[in-house]
C-alpha cells in the first residue's frame, strides 16, 4: 500500500475511535473494536498514540471485576484542544470558548447593533470578544485550535463565503477580518447548521442519525441531519426553511417575500406585529421605543389577548411547517430551539396541534419533537461544536498546529 493510503485509512480509522469514545464517553479498546470493525491491534497501536499526544486518557473501571484486573476505559481529554465559538445576531455578538468535549470555560454577550456598524468595526468587537473570553478562561491564544463564526443566511462554507445574510447587504468579508485578527483557523457557518452540529455531537441529536433541528430567535432557520451527516443542499445553502411560504401574498418577510414561516413565527416579526397593534389602541400602551419581545411574552403570559393570538398563529404556522418536514425527512425527532423557546406553550401548545392536525396517526408517532431549553451562550457554544467536529477529522495535526 502507498504511504498516501496508508495515511488516509490511519486517518479514517483515527477519527472512527474518537468518534466512539465520544459518543461512548467511557468505553474499553474491546468495545471500540467492535463498533469500529478494526483489529484489536490497530485499535491498541492508534489510541497508544492518541494517549501519547494528550487527546485522550485511560480510566479504570468503576466496577468491581469478578475475577482479574479492573477493565482499563478510554475517554476524551478535556484539555487536549480548545475552540471559539462566535454568533453574530441582529443586536448582540455572542462567545464561548469550549474544551475538546464541548464543556463551556467561558462566555460572553456584547451588545452591538451588527447592521449599523462597518464590517471592519465588527470584525474589531469579535477580536475584543474573543481575547475577553479567552483569558478569562486562564488560556492563550496560541492555546485555541480554530473559530467558528456563526452568522444567519445563506452560507457556503465550503468557501467560507456568506452569499446573503439579512445583517448586511451584499456579500459579507466577516471571515477573512476576523481571520486576519485572530491569526487562527476560522471557520464561518450557517448559525442554525452549527446548532445542529453542536446537538448531534453533544446534545439531543447525540447517536441519532436522522434528525433535524429548527432553531426560533428574530428568524426561523433549520438544520438537517441524514444518515448522520449534515445535509446542506447542492450549492452549501439547503435548509432555509423559515423562508417556505405558507401564506401566500401573506405578511412581508425580511427575506423580500410575503407569507414565509418566518414572517409570523419568529420574535423579530411577532415583536413588529405587537408593536403595530399596540399603536393602534387606544388608552395606556408601554414605550414602543424600548418594547422588547420579552415584555411581549410577559404581557401574553398575564392575558393579553390580542398577544396570545400573535403567538397562537405563529405556533400554529410553525406546526404546519414541522408537519410537512416530517412527511418529507420521516426523522426520528425534531429538535426545536432558540432563544424564541422563551415562549413555551403560547407557541408550543398552537405548534403541536397543528402538527397533529396535519399529519396522520402513523407519521405523527413515528416523530418525536423535543423543545430545548435555551442558554445564553447556546449559540456561540454551536459555532464552537462545529470547530470540533472538524477538529475530530484531524485532530493531531489541527492541535499541535494551534500549539
Known amino acids: 500500500m502507498k504511504a498516501a493510503n496508508r495515511d488516509f485509512t490511519r486517518a479514517v480509522n483515527q477519527f472512527n475511535i474518537l468518534n466512539s469514545i465520544r459518543e461512548a464517553g467511557r468505553i474499553s479498546r474491546v468495545e471500540i473494536a467492535a463498533r469500529t470493525g478494526q483489529s484489536p491491534a490497530s485499535v491498541t497501536n492508534i489510541t497508544a498514540d492518541m494517549i501519547r499526544e494528550g487527546l485522550i486518557r485511560e480510566e479504570e473501571c468503576g466496577c468491581k471485576p469478578r475475577r482479574g484486573r479492573r477493565r482499563i476505559m478510554l475517554t476524551l481529554d478535556p484539555e487536549a484542544a480548545h475552540v471559539v465559538g462566535v454568533k453574530i445576531s441582529a443586536f448582540q455578538i455572542s462567545f464561548a470558548v469550549v474544551d475538546f468535549v464541548g464543556g463551556v470555560k467561558s462566555s460572553l454577550t456584547m451588545p452591538i447593533r451588527v447592521s449599523e456598524r462597518r464590517e471592519e468595526t465588527v470584525a474589531d468587537f469579535i477580536e475584543d470578544g474573543v481575547r475577553h473570553c479567552v483569558e478569562d478562561a486562564r488560556l492563550r491564544m496560541d492555546d485555541i485550535s480554530g473559530c467558528g463564526v456563526a452568522i444567519s443566511g445563506f452560507v457556503d462554507s465550503a468557501s467560507a463565503d456568506c452569499l446573503w445574510t439579512p445583517l448586511k447587504k451584499g456579500r459579507t468579508r466577516i471571515r477573512d477580518l ?127 389577548p390580542g398577544l396570545r393570538k400573535l403567538f397562537r398563529e405563529g405556533g400554529a404556522i410553525l406546526g404546519q411547517g414541522i408537519a410537512g418536514l416530517i412527511q418529507i425527512f420521516n426523522p426520528e425527532r425534531i429538535i426545536v430551539t432558540g432563544e424564541g423557546v422563551r415562549a413555551g406553550d403560547l407557541v408550543f401548545g398552537p405548534m403541536r396541534k397543528a402538527v397533529k392536525k396535519f399529519l396522520n396517526r402513523e407519521q405523527f408517532e413515528a416523530t418525536e419533537i423535543v423543545v430545548q431549553e435555551w442558554g445564553d451562550d447556546d449559540w456561540a457554544r454551536g459555532a464552537a461544536g462545529f470547530v470540533l467536529s472538524e477538529l475530530y477529522k484531524s485532530p493531531l495535526d489541527k492541535i499541535h498546529r494551534a500549539g
Open 178 to 304: 476576523v481571520a486576519e485578527r485572530l491569526s487562527v483557523d476560522v471557520y464561518l457557518e450557517n448559525d442554525a447548521n452549527s446548532v445542529t452540529v453542536a446537538s448531534q455531537w453533544f446534545g439531543q441529536g447525540k447517536g441519532i442519525d436522522n434528525f433535524l433541528v429548527v432553531t426560533v430567535e428574530h428568524g426561523v432557520g433549520m438544520g438537517i441531519v441524514v444518515d448522520g451527516k449534515l445535509y446542506r443542499g447542492a450549492t452549501g445553502i439547503g435548509a432555509e426553511f423559515g423562508h417556505v411560504v405558507l401564506v401566500p401574498d401573506g405578511l412581508p418577510c425580511r427575506c423580500g417575500k410575503r407569507g414565509c414561516i418566518e414572517a409570523y413565527a419568529c420574535d423579530g416579526c411577532i415583536l413588529r406585529r405587537a408593536k403595530e397593534m399596540f399603536s393602534r389602541r387606544r388608552g395606556p400602551v408601554p414605550d414602543l421605543e424600548t418594547l422588547t419581545i420579552e415584555d411581549v411574552t410577559e404581557l401574553a403570559r398575564a392575558g393579553d
